[in-house]
T-cell receptor, first 115, second 111 residues
Framework: DVKVTQSSRYLVKRTGEKVFLECVQD?????MFWYRQDPGLGLRLIYF???????EKGDIPEGYSVSREKKERFSLILESASTNQTSMYLC??????????????FGPGTRLTVL | RKEVEQDPGPFNVPEGATVAFNCTYS??????FFWYRQDCRKEPKLLMS???SGNEDGRFTAQLNRASQYISLLIRDSKLSDSATYLC????????????FGAGTRLFVKA
């Protein structure tokens, strides 16, 4: 079974704090993704990575950065948290395929509240 | 206009009912299509892929109409355990691959 784990289920931070969200997958997947999910907006892609030390901006990268130093680990960083970054953050991974798309496996999510 | 649009619902149906979810996508470069299910406070999980020929898995039937850029999911004989949010997912080929999630349709199945 594919397993994607996230470092925290719930997190409360203050405005201006630096926040690290960690994600680890155990299936040797090449691709890893960070999304945020908000009511009525669905999942929106923040950043993704298709290899170690590689990263690509998604649809809403502003205010976030990422790090992928090891294949199994993909970190999302909020340099200076703001209240509009209060959200559910979901990490996902999948295998790189050359044709079509394939299933993404999600972690359980981190519900971040910024006060 | 959103690239993938779904009726937000919620749909409230009795057990045993047939319920249909619809999804439209705007980009004709869309290549692969999926339905995911997300339970309350849980992560999304793949329910089924959607093929042009249509595909069925037990009580679930998924269909794709490329000409109309429309995807559907039909659940027959709905169960209480079907209560969840159903997400339409479209993958576009744009150099690389871009995955776009619909906002989801919430389903409540009541006894």
């Amino acid at each position: 079974d594919v397993k994607v784990t996230q470092s925290s289920r719930y997190l409360v931070k203050r405005t201006g704090e630096k926040v690290f969200l960690e994600c680890v997958q155990d299936m040797d997947h090449e691709n890893m993704f960070w999304y945020r999910q908000d009511p009525g907006l669905g999942l929106r892609l923040i950043y993704f990575s298709y290899d170690v030390k590689m990263k690509e901006k998604g649809d809403i990268p502003e205010g976030y950065s990422v790090s992928r130093e090891k294949k199994e680990r993909f970190s999302l960083i909020l340099e200076s948290a703001s209240t509009n970054q209060t959200s559910m953050y979901l990490c996902a991974s999948n295998r790189l395929v050359l044709a079509g798309g394939n299933e993404q496996f999600f972690g359980p999510g981190t519900r971040l509240t910024v006060l | 206009r959103k690239e993938v649009e779904q009726d937000p619902g919620p749909f409230n149906v009795p057990e045993g009912a047939t319920v249909a979810f619809n999804c439209t996508y705007s980009n004709s470069a869309s290549q692969s299509f999926f339905w995911y299910r997300q339970d309350c406070r849980k992560e999304p999980k793949l329910l089924m892929s959607v093929y042009s020929s249509g595909n069925e898995d037990g009580r679930f039937t998924a269909q794709l109409n490329r000409a109309s850029q429309y995807i559907s999911l039909l659940i027959r004989d709905s169960k209480l355990s079907d209560s969840a949010t159903y997400l339409c997912v479209v993958i576009q080929r744009t150099g690389g691959f871009k995955t776009i999630f619909g906002a989801g349709t919430r389903l409540f199945v009541k006894a």
